[in-house]
């Protein structure tokens, strides 16, 4: 009886540390499960890695957008940020779909050529894109109309990073395109984040 018991506590010992590797190479939303069914509630935790190239302006945008997240969501989902990245490390951080490369683009640059012949629209001011070694947040320098225009487009990706699809109610964060009314994280926003995530409070 008592082997037995040794015998399965083993067991169970080795598909829980089975369970919390799964959750290191997953998304969040899998780490959530993990967590909320094995160990309890706990928030995401992203890494920004901000391209070397950035400017002051950008980092403190990108920052401010990240701050404003955490605020909104309740520490549901957090943001550590890495500066002076070397965009040819990127495959260093393979296999953990938490790590976001951000870099600023120039409106001539080939990353942003490649992509407009394919978008719609075709004039983009920033894009999410999990097309290389490491999802990327690519903004592009000079078509950012004001400090805060420049700090919705950047939650809008956020946004996508976190696993949020475009929504149809204009207003909200996560409309396709940004303007005077969607400047900021909305309740339906944090309802469709919350879908994924928890949260601490039950949203309605």
């Known amino acids: 009886m008592e082997k037995n018991f040794i015998k399965y506590s083993l067991r169970f010992f080795v598909y829980f540390l089975l369970f919390i590797c799964l959750g290191r190479f997953v998304d969040c939303r899998a780490s959530r499960f993990v967590y909320d069914h ?3 509630p706990t928030s995401c935790k992203k890494t920004l890695y901000f391209d ?3 400017s002051l302006h950008d980092n403190l945008v990108v920052r401010s957008a990240a701050e404003e997240w955490e605020e909104v969501t309740d520490g549901a989902v957090s943001f550590e940020v890495i500066e ?9 951080l393979k296999y953990n779909k938490d790590n976001i490369v951000v870099v600023v683009v120039d409106e001539d640059s080939e990353i942003l050529r490649n992509y407009e012949k394919t978008s719609k629209p075709s004039y983009i001011v920033g894009y999410f894109s999990k097309d290389y070694d490491v999802p990327m947040i690519i903004l592009v320098r000079g ?3 004001s400090f805060a225009y420049y700090k919705a487009v950047v939650m809008h990706e956020m946004g996508h990073s976190l696993g949020l699809k475009h929504s149809s109610e204009e207003g909200t964060i996560m409309y396709p395109f940004i303007d005077m009314a969607s400047r900021h994280v909305t309740e339906l926003d944090l309802k469709d984040f919350c879908k994924n995530y928890y949260c ?3 949203r309605r």
């Open 38 to 40: 094995v160990v309890g």
């Open 52 to 54: 070397s190239s950035m």
């Open 84 to 92: 002076d990245f070397e965009l040819k490390n990127m495959s260093k």
């Open 143 to 145: 078509r950012m109309e």
């Open 200 to 202: 601490g409070i039950e």
